[in-house]
């Protein structure tokens, strides 16, 4: 077979192949989401940078807010490129801010 070897695919010389960038994180989160089911407990927010599955980039953030318990059903993802990811903790980041002045947050 003509071509290199790419962990376990093999390409055409001619061709580039995209590689995972193997970025993620998991935190504990206490929340909830909604889906096509309704409302649903959140209790686990997965973070990547890697490809996505659905909006066309290359690469994006990737958010999934899942139930543990609840499995596959309870889950809302969330696909965003680099500059609205930015934007979005950016907002976060303030809009906290502007809760902890106020005495809004606990603890």
């Not at 790419?6 to 390409?11: A, H, N, Q, T, V």
């Not at 969330?78 to 502007?98: F, H, P, W, Y």
Request: with cysteine; charged share 25%; net charge negative.
């Amino acid at each position: 077979m003509v071509g290199r070897k790419y962990l376990r695919f093999w390409i055409e010389p001619s061709k580039e192949i995209s590689m995972c960038t193997m970025i993620a994180k998991q935190v504990d989160v206490i929340g909830s989401g909604k889906a096509g089911t309704g409302w649903f407990r959140v209790d686990l927010a997965s973070v990547s940078y890697d490809h996505p599955f659905n909006v066309p980039l290359e690469y994006a953030l990737n958010i999934d807010f899942t139930s543990q318990a609840a499995g596959p059903a309870a889950r809302v993802a969330v696909e965003l490129d680099a500059e609205s990811a930015r934007k979005l903790v950016e907002v976060i980041q303030e809009v906290m801010r502007q809760a902890e002045a106020g005495g809004f947050v606990e603890g």
